[in-house]
């Protein structure tokens, strides 16, 4: 499956956005998927996982209460609905993609055999 993240921006302190993932060449409710962020000078961080069927869902702990994971497998899409966002959510965000015949969440990136390009997440103080 190919994935295309779309959604970031610049945004102050406190406001939101929704990210959107499309994909093609699969259908999702086949998969697995999950929200990664990369800051500037740090490594890649999961952020939030959502299992194939839409019915667990599983997050980081600083963006717990603030950001939800969703998907929508008759548009084909991943949401990620961010609210209340703080200077340090600013990175590039990617969405990932594993076919999966379970409902386990996946939280590492190893375990993800699809990724999206990535979108640019500002949030200004």
């Known amino acids: 499956v190919q994935l295309q993240a779309f959604g970031g921006g610049l945004v102050q302190a406190g406001g939101s956005l929704r990210l959107s993932c499309a994909a093609s060449g699969g259908t999702l409710s086949g998969y697995s998927m999950g929200w990664f962020r990369q800051a500037p000078g740090k490594e890649r961080e999961f952020v939030a996982a959502?299992?194939?069927?839409?019915?667990?869902?599983d997050y980081v702990g600083s963006v717990k209460g603030r950001f939800t994971i969703s998907k929508d497998n008759a548009k084909n899409t991943l949401f990620l609905r961010m609210s209340a966002l703080k200077p340090e959510d600013t990175a590039v965000y990617y969405c990932?993609?594993?076919?999966?015949?379970?409902?386990?969440?996946?939280?590492?990136?190893?375990?993800?055999?699809?990724w999206g390009q990535g979108t640019q997440v500002t949030v200004s103080s």
């Open positions: 990932a993609a594993r076919f999966d015949v379970t409902g386990t969440l996946r939280i590492h990136q190893y375990e993800y055999t699809s």
């Open positions: 959502i299992s194939r069927a839409g019915t667990k869902t």
